[in-house]
């Protein structure tokens, strides 16, 4: 028996300098601008009355709600979240869970083989990560840019080689009825 050994390849070339800050800021476009934030999802079956209590919560933390009116948002939003992490029933998942704004729904993007690009959110010097435009590859999990989660039920999603679980971030502002 013959072993082969071969050398390891040479080193590339190192990297040139990177630009100037001037030039990597008008590289980065603006954030396309958002609507109003909405959840990641319209449930196909949604109860008219108990969608509009959500997207009420949803929209104004503060919004003025009666005693039944808060139970019944909670028990409508568990039973949107048990029918979400359903879609998860005998998949090995990869589950993702952490602060809102930590980047869970960038990671998965990133995972899922999406080109990401960092933009300017609009009016704004903080930057942000986003599925590229000329990305081949689409947005798996919707990416928020905000303190607000653009998850609040757990987004399940697979692709060829994973099944995802987007789950909602901790210390969202929206009140216990979102958070729970």
């Not at 909405?38 to 196909?44: D, I, L, S």
């Not at 905000?146 to 609040?152: E, L, Y």
Request: with cysteine.
């Amino acid at each position: 028996d013959t072993l082969a050994v071969t050398a390891p390849a040479p080193a590339p070339a190192p990297a040139p300098a990177p630009a100037p800050a001037a030039v990597r800021k008008e590289a980065i476009a603006e954030l396309p601008e958002a609507g109003e934030t909405q959840a990641q999802f319209e449930p196909e079956d949604a109860d008219r009355e108990k969608w509009e209590l959500v997207q009420r919560k949803m929209n104004n933390s503060n919004e003025e709600m009666s005693d039944a009116e808060r139970l019944e948002l909670l028990m409508y939003c568990i039973s949107l979240g048990e029918a979400s992490a359903s879609k998860a029933e005998g998949q090995d998942v990869v589950m993702v869970v952490g602060n809102t704004g930590a980047g869970k729904s960038t990671y998965i993007n990133i995972i899922h083989g999406c080109k990401m690009k960092q933009y300017y959110k609009r009016g704004t010097k903080t930057k942000v990560w986003a599925v590229a435009e000329d990305s081949t590859i689409g947005e798996i999990m919707k990416i928020g840019h905000t303190n607000q989660s653009m998850t609040f039920v757990p987004d399940v999603d697979s692709d060829d080689t994973f099944t995802y679980a987007d789950c909602p971030g901790f210390l969202d502002n929206r009140g216990p009825e979102i958070n729970i």
